[in-house]
């Protein structure tokens, strides 16, 4: 399973999942539809599905172009208001795109039907990858727009937290720096922290993404999964 990270936006990312054998791709959170049709057709990829982490136009304003150009696509979301959905799920549905496998996990807070994305793929080493959007950033989360600290609380330190140490992280922003700076002042001793601030700006100074972490390593310097 490979996972392709395409910076958009001011500070976005979406996603390409593609199960390397059959060449078939799923994107999550397309908002520059032409870039990723570009990107799609170039490698020789065939966009078979979208997932949808939430209904904002940062994440979701690309859905209705692709399903224009590639009417048998499903675009999956646990929101009404994502546009272009075709599929909606539920907290803990399973979907499978030949062997690909992935669990929905539900994350409302950031807005009301955010949803998270566990994805792994059979009989593969890679390690599984969550795409969590909005909600988990790398050193941070996501803002509190549409719920409450509780929400969110449960969400990093039981929802998101539950799934294998490995799994890497893929969010919605590039807000690593940021993020870090902040987990300083909470924890102004942390070497982890400290370490992980300065390998973030040498990425930013070569316009490089910090995507992806690992789940144990936002344990070592996100303040808020240090909270568990």
């Excluded at 969550?130 to 996501?142: A, E, R, S």
Aim: with cysteine; net charge negative; aromatic share 8%.
């Amino acid at each position: 399973m490979k996972v392709k990270v395409i910076s958009i936006l001011e500070d976005n990312y979406m996603y390409l999942v593609i199960e390397e054998q059959s060449k078939q791709a799923i994107a999550v959170d397309p908002a520059v539809p032409h870039r990723l049709l570009e990107i799609v057709k170039r490698e020789g990829l065939f966009l078979i599905a979208v997932l949808t982490t939430h209904y904002h136009w940062d994440h979701a304003r690309g859905n209705e172009a692709l399903v224009n150009e590639v009417p048998s696509l499903k675009v999956y979301g646990a929101d009404d208001r994502i546009k272009g959905l075709t599929d909606k799920v539920t907290d803990s549905q399973e979907l499978k795109f030949n062997s690909i496998n992935v669990k929905c996990l539900f994350t409302p807070c950031h807005t009301a039907g955010d949803m998270c994305y566990y994805i792994w793929e059979d009989e593969c080493t890679d390690a599984p990858a969550v795409f969590t959007g909005d909600t988990l950033f790398i050193g941070g989360c996501g803002r509190f727009l549409e719920g409450t600290a509780e929400q969110m609380h449960h969400n990093l330190t039981k929802v998101i937290a539950s799934l294998p140490q490995e799994t890497k992280v893929f969010c919605g922003h590039e807000n690593t720096i940021k993020n870090l700076k902040f987990a300083l002042l909470v924890e102004p001793e942390n070497e982890k922290v400290k370490e992980m601030l300065s390998w973030a700006r040498a990425r930013d100074d070569d316009d490089k993404p910090t995507v992806p972490s690992t789940l144990k390593e936002e344990f070592d310097y996100n303040p808020f999964l240090r909270l568990s």
